[in-house]
């Protein structure tokens, strides 16, 4: 099976051309436009209000949480709110303390920096990093082998902003240089109504309350998936219904999507339904679960189960994945009396 077309896309976490249009457009500007996300939004006003009073550059700022909580977003408004131009990179794309050395030696006085995914940066560059966020200093090695020497090189003031979805992953020396850290929360329902009601009126798309309420709730606490599931739905309704997104037009749209009433997608449903029928509820290994349901392992575990261990549908386990109870009611199926072993009483021959 193919899980790969638009439509299975619709609730993954990577972005797609249209998506990072789209998203461009729908970007709240400053803190103000910013919904949800309360102590984050407070902290970093202060923060920020506080250096622009004083005249400085903004302390260094650490953004965690999950894809599409609004990282990128945040630190454009933090650019935006200093009144200073951003220098957008990322983690990856910083191979070599060289490629960092020449960022950094070109930066503005005041610019903010915006490195994405700064978890998966190289050693090397690290290390560059800490010294030109304490000191704003680099060392320029130029030339090679044993002539090579280091030129140090003063750099102006700037504002790094770090975003990591996986904030476990920073060595501590790193983390310890961030002037403040905001943690990105999931997004409660009302939040998210807001956030469609808002790009709807971008968008230029009419919605009711209960329209959007609908979405909302289908949209696993993120903005990202708000947002691309409003445009899917504003699809349906231009389509096949008078164009305005009522809660009847936005379920239905969602049904054929293949996004059921608690956001679950075809490969959340498809995991679900093998841990279930097939093996009893588990407990099973990653790897037989993903043959089960003709995945990568990878994608079982990144792109699936996040969301289903985290909306209690599924367990991690020591001896393997566990459905929930809640598991079973959410499929309508139900779980085999205790003490009994079905197909579940076979997991030892698969193994972890
Ligand atoms: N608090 C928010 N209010 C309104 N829209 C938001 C908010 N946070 C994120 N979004 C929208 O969600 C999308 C993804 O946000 P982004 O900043 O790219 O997430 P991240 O960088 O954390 O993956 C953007 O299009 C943005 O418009
Ligand atoms: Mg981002």
């Known amino acids: 099976m193919n899980w790969d077309d638009e439509t299975d896309r619709i609730v993954a976490p990577a972005a797609d051309g249209e998506d990072t249009a789209v998203e461009a457009a729908l970007r709240p500007k400053d803190l103000g436009e910013f919904v949800g996300q309360e102590k984050v939004r407070q902290q970093l006003d202060l923060v920020l209000k506080a250096a622009r009073q004083r005249g400085a550059t903004a302390d260094h700022v650490l953004l965690s949480g999950a894809p599409g909580l609004g990282k990128t977003t945040l630190s454009m408004i933090i650019a935006a709110e200093m009144g200073a131009p951003i220098r957008i990179t990322s983690g990856p794309a910083i191979q070599h303390a060289g490629d960092l050395a020449a960022i950094l030696s070109s930066l503005q006085e005041g610019e903010v920096l915006f490195l994405d995914e700064i978890h998966r940066m190289s050693r090397p560059a690290e290390e560059m990093l800490y010294m030109a966020m304490e000191d704003f200093r680099v060392d320029v090695i130029v030339g090679k082998g044993p002539g090579a020497t280091a030129i140090p090189l003063e750099l102006p003031p700037f504002t790094l902003v770090g975003a990591t979805t996986r904030a476990g992953l920073l060595p501590p020396p790193l983390r310890d240089r961030f002037g403040f850290t905001g943690h990105m929360e999931f997004y409660a329902p009302g939040e998210l109504e807001r956030v469609i009601r808002r790009s709807a009126g971008l968008l230029d798309v009419e ?146």
Not at 214 to 223: D, H, L
Not at 232 to 246: E, F, H, K, M, N
Not at 248 to 263: N, S
Not at 298 to 307: C, G, N, Q, S
């Open 207 to 352: 919605i009711d309350p209960a329209g959007a309420a609908e979405i909302a709730g289908r949209s696993r606490g993120t903005p990202r998936i708000a947002n691309r599931l409003l445009r899917r739905v504003r699809d349906y309704a231009q389509v096949r219904a008078d164009g305005v997104i009522t809660r009847e037009v936005a379920a239905t749209a969602l049904q054929v999507y293949e996004v059921d009433g608690r956001g679950l997608d075809r490969l959340d449903r498809a995991v679900l339904e093998a841990l279930l029928k097939l093996f009893g509820g588990g407990p099973v290994g990653l790897s037989t679960l993903a043959v089960a349901v003709g995945e990568e392992r990878e994608t079982v575990e990144e792109v699936a189960e996040p969301f289903l261990v985290r909306e209690g549908l599924l367990a991690r386990t020591p001896r393997g994945r566990v459905a929930t109870p809640a598991a079973w009611a959410h499929l309508g199926l139900v779980p085999p009396q205790q003490g009994v072993t079905g197909s579940a009483g076979q997991q030892g021959l698969f193994g972890v």
